[in-house]
Nanobody, 132 residues
Framework: QVRLVESGGGLVQSGGSLRLSCLAS????????VGWFRQAPGKEREAVSC????????DYADAVKGRFTISRDNAQNTVYLQMNSLKSEDTAVYYC?????????????????????????WGRGTQVTVSS
């Protein structure tokens, strides 16, 4: 069974850190681009970061550049999102998704397109709450 499971969310004070994990089962993440997305209450889902399959190149949203770092461990079939210097505006449910061309498609066509096509694997999300 193909699954993505996020973990590592929680409640943290502003300025703190969390590391999210996205564990895949039923397929190998090595051949997939993996992205982190987030959705705050009343807002649309937005792209946070992505790591490509070919060369591990990375993308970051402007709002998280310099604070968040995405990485992958193929041996563990896991992608991580290290989040430092957290702010209250980072509060959201964080989702990971996988698709061979996820990073390029997200850049070109946006999150709504990714969601609408149904060609990506998605996890169920993990809540991150940053208190000010």
């Amino acid at each position: 069974q193909v699954r993505l499971v996020e973990s590592g969310g929680g409640l943290v004070q502003s300025g703190g850190s969390l590391r999210l994990s996205c564990l895949a089962s039923g397929f190998s993440l090595e051949y997939y681009a993996v992205g982190w997305f987030r959705q705050a209450p009343g807002k649309e889902r937005e792209a946070v970061s992505c790591i490509s399959a070919r060369d591990d190149s990375t993308d970051y949203a402007d709002a998280v550049k310099g604070r968040f770092t995405i990485s992958r461990d193929n041996a563990q079939n896991t992608v991580y999102l290290q989040m430092n210097s957290l702010k209250s505006e980072d509060t959201a449910v964080y989702y990971c998704a996988a698709n061979p061309e996820l990073c390029a498609t997200t850049r070109a066509l946006g999150v709504r397109f990714i969601q609408s096509r149904g060609e990506s694997y998605w996890g169920r999300g993990t809540q991150v709450t940053v208190s000010s």
